[in-house]
C-alpha cells in the first residue's frame, strides 16, 4: 500500500483516539460541527537508500473550533500534537525512523470561528 495512505490512516485512527468529542476527517468534510480536525494527506518525496526504497514529507493535522476564544482548540492542539508524536514505529511495511514537529500555529477564521494548523516532518523506510 502507499506510505502516504497508510501513514494518514494511522494518524486518523490516532486523533480520533485522543480527540473525544472532535470528529477526525481524512478530507475536509463538507459538514461537520466544531470541533473537528482534518489529517491532510502527506506531501512525500523520495528517501530511499541503495537498497531501501524511502520517504520523507510533511503531514499537517488542521484543528478547527468555534467559540469567543480559542481556549478549548489549545488544549486540543497540544492532544494532537501528543497523539502523532507518539505514533508507533511500525506501519505495514513501512518502518518510521523519525517523526518531528515543525510548526504550529492558531489563527482566527472568521466570527467566533478558529483554527489550529499542526505540521510535521516525517521519514520512512521499507521493510
Known amino acids: ?11 486518523v485512527e490516532r486523533l480520533r483516539a485522543a480527540l473525544p468529542g472532535a470528529a477526525v476527517f481524512d478530507a ?14 502527506p506531501v512525500l518525496t ?18 478547527h473550533d468555534a467559540g469567543e476564544r480559542p481556549v478549548r482548540l489549545r488544549e486540543l492542539a497540544a492532544a494532537a500534537e501528543g497523539a502523532v508524536l507518539d505514533a508507533p514505529p511500525v ?19 472568521g466570527e467566533g470561528r478558529w483554527i ?6 516525517v521519514r520512512m523506510l521499507a521493510e
Do not use: C, H, N
Open 1 to 11: 500500500m502507499i506510505a502516504g495512505t497508510l501513514l494518514q490512516a494511522m494518524l
Open 28 to 41: 475536509p468534510p463538507v459538514r461537520a460541527a466544531r470541533p473537528y480536525a482534518v489529517v491532510e494527506a
Open 46 to 63: 523520495d528517501w530511499g537508500t541503495k537498497d531501501a526504497a524511502g520517504r520523507e514529507g510533511r503531514v499537517a493535522v488542521l484543528l
Open 91 to 109: 506501519l505495514a511495511g513501512w518502518r518510521i525512523v523519525s517523526l518531528i514537529f515543525v510548526r504550529s500555529r492558531l489563527l482566527r477564521e
Open 116 to 121: 489550529a494548523g499542526i505540521e510535521f516532518r
